[in-house]
């Protein structure tokens, strides 16, 4: 979302959530909440991966039903799907990812390994910079944990929307797990 001061000029919230299978980390339901100035609209995509399908909600109402890959992903889940990657520097991961409109294929390059210093408990650590070809820019720790610490998506208006990690807490093996 906007901070206060930039809502008085220009409102913006983007809400997502995603429920994915733990098995092989594919999402079967997105969920997307978005305000944009005066503009007001959810979508929901169930994904029946027995069917190859993606029943999408507008609104609340129900659309057509999609023809998906078997291993396709949705915004938030190709997180996942990256951190469950054994990343080297060089390295290209290619998916296909349902934004509820379309399907897109998406290559993603592991750029660059560098530390970074980011909130504690995790303190100064390395990450992996990781490019697509959409433009979107993700860092994730190059632990074991593979934290995203960083994500930077294009946007139509201002340049990019950018997401840093601000906290973390209860991660098995850092100190303030509980």
């Not at 594919?26 to 993606?54: C, H, I, M, T, W």
């Not at 039903?65 to 080297?88: A, F, G, N, Q």
């Not at 399907?103 to 697509?132: A, F, N, Q």
């Amino acid at each position: 979302h906007t901070s206060a001061l930039l809502s008085r000029i220009y409102h913006f919230r983007d809400h997502k959530v995603t429920h994915i299978r733990k098995r092989d980390l594919l999402p079967v339901r997105y969920e997307k909440q978005l305000e944009d100035r005066s503009y007001r609209g959810d979508f929901v995509v169930e994904f029946d991966r027995d069917a190859n399908a993606a029943e999408v909600w507008r609104n609340g109402k129900r659309g057509a039903d999609v023809d998906v890959p078997p291993d396709v992903l949705d915004e938030l889940s190709m997180i996942y799907y990256l951190r469950s990657k054994e990343l080297r520097v060089g390295d290209t991961y290619e998916y296909s990812f349902y934004t509820g409109k379309q399907l897109i294929p998406v290559s993603v390059l592991v750029k660059t390994r560098y530390y970074v210093k980011v909130p504690e408990p995790v303190g100064k650590t390395p990450v992996y910079r990781l490019e697509s070809d959409d433009g979107y820019v993700v860092w994730i720790t190059a632990d074991e944990h593979r934290i995203p610490v960083r994500i930077e998506a294009p946007a139509k208006l201002f340049g990019k929307l950018v997401a840093t990690l601000r906290t973390c807490e209860n991660v098995r093996g850092l100190p303030n797990h509980t």
